[in-house]
């Protein structure tokens, strides 16, 4: 699907609110709001915007959040990933290239619990190795 200006200006708009109402989004884009509504549903039914979601306040998340770098067996990547979805701490998992194959980033309310989740994807089966990195304090967050 070919995405326009006034759709990038809408995605935009929701990023900075995804519960803006759709007549404030057509007043801030200058369309009537039918019209908003129609690339709304253009845009959720082709499948470029795939949800809403809510950012929370740091002081409900978790309070500690850290960054495992995850080096793989080749072809275990099912596997590990399997494995990664059932520790509920683990938040994303992104692939990259270069010396690491996986960025797993993961939140926990204690130490101990970043502990045994860190302990738990090292000795996943095809983890060849991992590398933590606990997050001190957070400089810039532009969300997601």
């Known amino acids: 699907m070919k995405i326009d200006e006034t759709d990038q200006a809408l995605i935009t708009l929701l990023g900075e609110n995804a519960r803006a109402p759709v007549a404030l989004l057509a007043r801030k884009l200058g369309l009537a709001r039918t019209t908003v509504q129609a690339r709304l549903d253009r845009l959720e039914t082709s499948g470029t915007i795939q949800g809403y979601s809510v950012r929370l306040n740091p ?3 978790a309070p500690l959040r850290a960054t495992a770098l995850v080096s793989i067996e080749p072809r275990s990547a ?5 494995r990664l979805n059932s520790l509920p701490e683990v938040r994303r998992v992104h692939t990259t290239s270069g010396r690491f194959d996986l960025i797993v980033t993961l939140e926990a309310a204690t130490t101990e619990r970043l502990d045994e989740t860190l302990d738990r994807i090292g000795e996943a089966k095809g983890v060849r ?3 933590s990195l606990i997050h001190l304090s957070t400089k810039l967050d532009r969300g997601q």
């Open 59 to 61: 002081s409900v998340r």
């Open 78 to 82: 099912p596997a590990v990933l399997s």
């Open 129 to 131: 190795s991992s590398e």
